[in-house]
């Protein structure tokens, strides 16, 4: 199927590595131009290197900006639309807050992992509406994509800040969509189960240091989990988030995908 993504601009934050990675690498592979965000100047530089290399003639510039600071993200955002003209996409995501139970954390604990998770995902969202509307009434094509995570519909017991703030994410996801449709702008969110990233590594650490197994054990558990017995591999969450911001994807809004290889039990 033809994305019809060639020529369209996207911008996706928390993408020096990982699933932002992933994505942006799935939307260049379909010409899409992409800018793409992290904290680390250095970090995000490289990563689109790797993606240039990787995928001939890809226009992919990279941003440092920490989507927690709503200066830096205007910033981000303007410099996007300075370099290609407009803005049709945006996926919205960052890293995820630390692991431990409900009763584990400080109000400043939880402050953070909202400002991290949840505002991060507002303010990403609000600076780059007006743009997305112009896109939407220029191009008729614009698009919202948040990552959150599985634990946002079926939470996991020792991820308390995350499990918290990614349903307010799918809250805020559902207004949105309800907000922005009229415009023909469409949102929606994808909801990864456990996927071979970085962030997957230190999770399985620090569950490690609990009960003393090997990574591989606690990767081997996890796999086990859900329908089809593995991890996932972050390409296949590109591919699937390609698809949700893509042309043909234009009746698809106010959902939250599972992307988890089955990791969700419930019927709806
Ligand atoms: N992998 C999984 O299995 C899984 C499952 C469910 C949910 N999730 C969630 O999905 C999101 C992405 O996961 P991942 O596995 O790709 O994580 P990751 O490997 O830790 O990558 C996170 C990315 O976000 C960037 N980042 C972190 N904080 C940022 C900030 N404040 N501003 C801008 N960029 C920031 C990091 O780059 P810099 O360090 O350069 O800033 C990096 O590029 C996370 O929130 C994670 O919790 C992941």
């Not at 199927?1 to 994505?23: E, N, R």
């Not at 969509?177 to 023909?184: K, Q, R």
């Not at 988030?241 to 698809?252: E, R």
């Amino acid at each position: 199927m033809d994305l019809q993504l060639s020529g369209t601009v996207a911008f996706v934050a928390g993408a020096s590595k990982g699933l932002g990675y992933a994505a942006a690498h799935a939307i260049a592979r379909e010409k899409g131009h992409v800018v793409i965000c992290s904290r680390s100047k250095e970090n995000i530089k490289a990563a689109s290197a790797r993606i240039r290399e990787d995928v001939e003639g890809a226009k992919v510039e990279g941003l440092a900006c920490d989507v927690t600071d709503a200066g830096e993200v205007a910033d981000a955002v303007r410099q996007t639309v300075d370099r290609f003209g407009k803005l049709n996409i945006l996926i919205t995501n960052a890293g995820g807050p630390p692991s431990g139970a409900a009763t584990d954390f400080s109000r400043e604990d939880w402050q953070k992992a909202f400002e991290l998770n949840l505002l991060s995902t507002i303010t990403l969202c609000e600076e780059a509406t007006p743009h997305l509307r112009k896109a939407a009434a220029e191009d008729g094509f614009a698009r919202i994509l948040m990552i959150t995570s599985a634990a946002a519909k079926e939470p996991i017991p020792r991820l308390a800040l995350s499990n918290t703030a990614r349903a307010g994410v799918l809250g805020y996801m559902k207004s949105l969509a309800h907000a922005l449709g009229p415009d023909g702008i469409t949102v929606n969110s994808i909801l990864p189960g456990y996927t071979k990233t970085e962030r997957l590594e230190q999770l399985a650490d620090a569950s490690r240091k609990e009960d003393e197994r090997s990574r591989e054990q606690v990767f081997d558990a996890w796999a086990e989990n859900n329908m089809l017995k593995r991890i996932g591999d972050p390409a296949e969450f590109g591919a699937a988030a390609a698809f949700l911001v893509s042309k043909p994807a234009a009746y698809i809004t106010g959902v939250a995908l599972a992307v988890d290889g089955g990791r969700t039990r419930h019927l709806l």
